[in-house]
Structure formats: structure tokens, C-alpha cells
């Protein structure tokens, strides 16, 4: 055997035995649903845009049931800019108006949705794009803010505008789909009482659905490696308890609270566990779905 065909073969073999590892992970997520939430630098990126659809496809292949919920900010501040369309944000959530409302119904639920089932199906799946307008999926109760005043110390409600909380999710469309082998593809829009549509931040929605769905995973892919302690090291696993004491005492700070409350309230709503994981790395889900290693924080009960 001459020294190429030694060194491909021991590159078989290395596969061989990662396929090995991996399969009695991918037997604790058979016929299990895997909520993913898609967004930040990995949609920007084609090179790991292509490389999560094909981890889509993967884990359908392997008798998981995958959700996908995505976010689309950047496109949806793109879009308005190009509409003279003025956007501000308080606490984190776009000031969503009738104009805006419907430039982020198009751009989440229009090209960007699209656009991910149709790079699923382009690496051998069968997705299919929806909103939480659809078979009424989401429904969601007006949200809001309370902003105090510097000057009178006097709380004030701030309107959001067009922005809605999930108050009931209907799973009966998501559960055809996975059953009859689709993958579904969900942007964050929903409806109201009052019949209009809101728009929903996508680690919400994302978390709505995975408790809904009786989830085992619910994945939120970020730009950030996970939940850090002081000292600036990865925390590889919390409870809903230990994530609370963390935010409490100023562990958890920033942006990253937001992503932690969801992760419980997914946990709350019936989801057995979610995890918030590195986006930028490519096949982040498989890494920590089938690797004893983990990628991310997971937060559990």
C-alpha cells in the first residue's frame, strides 16, 4: 500500500469512527423536533448559509423533525433605508408603524424566507416556507414598554407600534409538514386579535415554538460563542435556577439576558432543553447535537 492510499484510508477509517460516535446521538433526536433558530453573521455568510441548509437536510435525513425560525434585522433595516423609511429601536425591538409592518411582512416572510428553503432544497431537502400568519401558527398579544420619565420620575407606556408577544401557538400545520417529510421554514410574523399583523422577534417566536412543540432542543444560533462567566469562559450548561442567579448577580449582562429569558421560557413552555450556540462555526447544530462535546450553553429545568 503506497503512502497515499495508507493516509486515505486512516481519512475513511476517521469517518468511519465519527459516524460511529455520533449514532447513538442521533438516535436520542429520532422522530424528536429540533427547533433552530437562524440568524446573525451565519445568514450573511454564503459559504455557512449553504453549510446549515445542508445540516438541515442532515438531520431530517437521520429521523430528526427540524424547525427552522429565522430573523432577517439587517435586511429588514436595508430595505427601510432604500423606502426613506426613518426605524428606531427601544429596548432592543424595532418601533414597528403600518409602513414598517409591511416592508417586514415582505422581507421576512417574502426574500428571506425564500431564500432559506430554497438553499434547503438545493442540498437535497423539501422545505417549505411559511409564516406565523399561516394555518394560525402564532397569535400574539400587542406589545409594549414602560419607559420612565428623567424629568417627572413618571412612568410612561411606550407603543411599539406593530410589535406582538406570542400568546398561543398552533403546531397542527408544523406537525403535518414534519410528518410528511418538509421542513418547515418560519418568519417571525403573527396575528392579532384585531385581525393585523405584528411582527415578532425571532429568538421569541423561535422559543414560543419549541415549547408549543414539546421540543428536545431548541438551538438559537448567535455571534457570540454562548453565555460566558466573569472571567470571560464559556459556561457549558445551566439550570432555569443557576441562569436567573446569573442575571441576577450581573453575570449574564447585555443583550445576552433577552437570549437567556427565552431560553427559559422555551424550557417553561415544554421544551426539554435550548441552547445558545456560536453561529460563525460551521456546522455548529452538529457539533452540538451529535458530539459528546457540546458547542454552546445549555439551559434546562
Avoid at 455571534?223 to 464559556?234: I, K, P, R, S, T
Wanted: proline content about 4%; hydrophobic content about 45%.
Amino acid at each position: 500500500m503506497s503512502p497515499s492510499e495508507a493516509k486515505a484510508r486512516a481519512d475513511w477509517l476517521d469517518k468511519a469512527d465519527i459516524l460511529t460516535d455520533a449514532l447513538p446521538f442521533m438516535r436520542r433526536y429520532a422522530e424528536r423536533t429540533v427547533v433552530v433558530k437562524f440568524g446573525g453573521h451565519a445568514m450573511g455568510d454564503a459559504e455557512l448559509f449553504k453549510t446549515f441548509a445542508a445540516d438541515m437536510v442532515l438531520l431530517k435525513q437521520v429521523g430528526s423533525n427540524p424547525l427552522v425560525v429565522h430573523g432577517g434585522g439587517p435586511q429588514i433595516g436595508e430595505m427601510l433605508q432604500r423606502m426613506a423609511i426613518k426605524s428606531e429601536f427601544i429596548d432592543g425591538l424595532r418601533v414597528t408603524d403600518r409602513a414598517t409592518v409591511e416592508i417586514v411582512e415582505m422581507v421576512l416572510a417574502g426574500s428571506i424566507n425564500k431564500s432559506i428553503a430554497a438553499a434547503i432544497n438545493e442540498a437535497g431537502g423539501r422545505a417549505v416556507g411559511i409564516s406565523g400568519k399561516d394555518a394560525n401558527l402564532i397569535k400574539v398579544t400587542k406589545l409594549t414598554r414602560t419607559k420612565t420619565d428623567p424629568d417627572s420620575n413618571i412612568e410612561k407606556i411606550v407603543d411599539l407600534g406593530f410589535v406582538g408577544d406570542p400568546s398561543e401557538v398552533d403546531v397542527s400545520l408544523l406537525k403535518t409538514l414534519t410528518a410528511g417529510g418538509f421542513i418547515p421554514v418560519i418568519a417571525p410574523v403573527g396575528f392579532g386579535d384585531d385581525g393585523e399583523t405584528y411582527n415578532i422577534n425571532a429568538d421569541t417566536a423561535a422559543g414560543a415554538i419549541a415549547g408549543a412543540s414539546d421540543a428536545r432542543r431548541m438551538l438559537m444560533l448567535t455571534d457570540v460563542e454562548g453565555v460566558l462567566d466573569a472571567n470571560g469562559v464559556l459556561i457549558p450548561e445551566l439550570s432555569v435556577d443557576e441562569a436567573r442567579a446569573r442575571m441576577g448577580d450581573g453575570t449574564i449582562t447585555g443583550g445576552m439576558i433577552p437570549k437567556v429569558e427565552t431560553c427559559i421560557d422555551a424550557v417553561e413552555r415544554g421544551a426539554e432543553a435550548a441552547v445558545i450556540l456560536d453561529g460563525r462555526v460551521p456546522h455548529a447544530v452538529l457539533l452540538e447535537l451529535f458530539t459528546s462535546q457540546g458547542h454552546g450553553t445549555i439551559i434546562r429545568a
